[in-house]
């Protein structure tokens, strides 16, 4: 019911930025609690990050937390994550998700609606 594409990954060097963007779509945005992830090369699905429908609190894991942020603008139907002092383990496929309803959590079975991804790589 929701369609979701992301846009924004690329190349960056270490200690740089990307912020990417998830447009949302078929749905009432606002209905939806959102959620960030990324598959490393030969790695398992990871979740790093989430937000509440209204945006009203979000979650990070440790592993970006303090240099990631996640953030919403239903108006606009548009997820966010910014991305700052970007590791080379940061590189990975990142994917976002949904879920119907007003909060979120870390399980990635949580998620009923997933984008297509983007990729980062981090090298120099």
């Known amino acids: 019911q929701v369609q979701l594409v992301e846009s924004g990954g690329g190349l960056a060097q270490p200690g740089g930025s990307l912020r990417l963007s998830c447009a949302a779509s078929?749905?009432?945005?606002?209905?939806?609690?959102m959620a960030w992830a990324r598959q490393a090369p030969g790695k398992g699905l990871e979740w790093i990050s989430g937000?509440?429908?209204?945006?009203?609190?979000?979650y990070y894991a440790d592993s970006v937390k303090g240099r990631f942020t996640i953030s919403r603008d239903n108006a606009k139907n548009t997820l966010y994550l910014q991305m700052n002092n970007l590791k080379p383990d940061d590189t990975a496929r990142y994917s976002c998700?949904?879920?119907?309803?007003?909060?979120?959590?870390?399980?990635?079975?949580?998620?009923?609606?997933w984008g297509q991804g983007t990729q980062v790589t981090v090298s120099s």
């Open positions: 998700a949904a879920r119907y309803g007003a909060t979120m959590g870390d399980r990635l079975s949580e998620y009923n609606y």
């Open positions: 078929g749905g009432t945005f606002s209905n939806y609690a």
């Open positions: 937000i509440y429908a209204d945006g009203s609190d979000t």
